[in-house]
């Protein structure tokens, strides 16, 4: 059981980075932003090309993963949904552009890497550690303790800074915002890059331990869906509660079901947030992005 | 020559199921990523029925569509009180969970092992076996599902599946019961899929979970929305462009596996490209609230 605890939170910590980066989009941007999945794939893979491939050592790598995540989000902002956004592009229309995104970029990895599985590794990650009766290795504690800071950092940042400020306020009504000064693409554009950056972040930890294929994006994606609705999508704790609660309800269910039903289970707990609590447990009531 | 009556044949069937998407996506503006779940249903509710009780191909298309239809409304009764974004996510959550269903379910469905052996269809002693038969089927089914939509588009019910597309609030002002007229509409659109599903299964005659993901649900949503939703021959045309575009690749020399990114990056960025430049597709009415 505590074995559980400890891999579930190892995961959920990632997942949690890759759900508070897609949430604030969503808050911000007011749509869906599905190609977030995309975001991830590529950052994986350039960290894959980086320590891998040419052999520069992880933690280059993972500079790379992050940096290039950073750089993609940023570019889907600026030449696509910036442009769709000035059109008066409504929610639904930005989602699809994503999906389109995402499909694109998940055929390009692999026309370029194959459909096979890479693995990448570092050593540190295979030294275990005993734990409340669990194991757990370096980089999933790694994990645990850098998604933590973050997340606390941003909490922090948006609650008691100014352009934390600006953010909440972009979020809760941008008409308004725009009328007192608030730069609405500035903070969009801002909120694109770190959260693509932190996915790039979680992609590169977490290939440690789940390796790379093109589709990967895809499934963190949906469970980073997952836990945003269930936690709540404008909220920092909301989301990393929501994570926590779906990472260990799969885990749950794969360990006393069978693997299989694992994501079944997951979207099952989405549908149930869904009809009874739309806003999810810490969050705010739903609006869309034209009104 | 088979290869081109192959692809016909995959037109009838993508024209069939981006045509039945519009009823929903189009007419009604309800974007399901849901589509690919319902053409699984009915292409392993038909096979199982084939396989295992020896069923006849009508029949086993008549259950495909009718267990659709019920299994639909398991989908849209709680979705469809659901604001717009989170409507299509519930939707994809259906999509998933179907899915998961029918590659975890092995018992029934023999999961990623799929259903070999799917008997080629008979219909009242007409044995279909030829090539040009399956494109004969592949071309009434289509045909039939057109002449649904095309009834649903011009009876007063399409009008207001249409009104409901466009300002909710005030057709319910008027006093109908959109609820009612969303469920028919979802149900409507899935058994027409499933249909699509037991040709798909009989043709090919081994079904397996892959055929039926997400990504093969954003495939068909794409065909309607980049030919156009709103629109009686935007599916049309999507599914044809969709379906014979990447297949004219293949006479450009590439090898499969990349032909098979190519045709997918086609569809992403042409998504992307009709979102940004003209989001109510080619000859579409409705751009989805731009």
Known sequence: MSQLLANSLASAAAYTLVAVGFGLIYSTARFFHFAHGAVYTIAAYVSYTVSVYFGFGWWLGLLCGMSSGAI?????????????????????????ASLGLLVTCQNLISLVFGDGTLILRRESADHVREVAGARISEAQIECIVVALVICATIWVFIHSTKWGRELRATANDPDLARTVGVRINRVVVIVFSSGSALAGLAATMLAQETDLHPAMGVEVLLLAVVGIVIGGVGSVPGIVLGILLVTLLRNLAMWQLAPQWGDAIAFALLIVFLIWRPQGLLGKPIRSATP | MEYILHVLVLVGLYVTLSVSLEIL??????????????????????????????????????VGMG??????????????????????????????????????????????????????????????????????LAAVLAIFAFFVVELITISPFGRVL?????DEVFVKAMGKNTTWFKVVAFAVSAALAAAAGSLYAHYITYIDPTSFTVMESILIISMVIIGGAGSRWGPLIGAVVLVTLPEALRFIGLPSSVAANMRQIIYGALLVIMMMVRPRGLVGKYGFGR
């Open chain 2, 162 to 166: 249409r009104s409901i597309r466009e």
């Open chain 2, 67 to 136: 267990i659709a239809a019920l299994v639909s409304l398991v989908v849209s009764l709680p979705s469809l009180r659901l604001h717009d974004d989170y409507f299509v996510i519930a939707t994809f959550g259906f999509q998933i969970i179907l899915f998961s269903i029918l590659n975890n379910w092995i018992d029934l469905t023999r999961g990623p092992l799929g259903i070999p052996g799917i008997p080629q269809p008979s219909i009242f002693g007409w044995a279909i076996r030829s090539q040009v038969g399956f494109v004969i």
């Open chain 2, 25 to 62: 996506a189009g007419q009604t503006g309800l974007l399901s990523i849901a589509h690919a779940a319902f053409y699984g249903l009915g292409a392993y509710t038909s096979a199982l029925l084939a396989v295992r009780l020896g069923a006849p191909f009508p029949l086993g298309v008549l």
């Open chain 1, 72 to 96: 993609i989000g940023w570019a889907m902002e600026v030449a696509i949904y910036r442009r769709m956004r000035r059109g008066r592009a409504s929610s639904t229309v930005l989602f699809i």
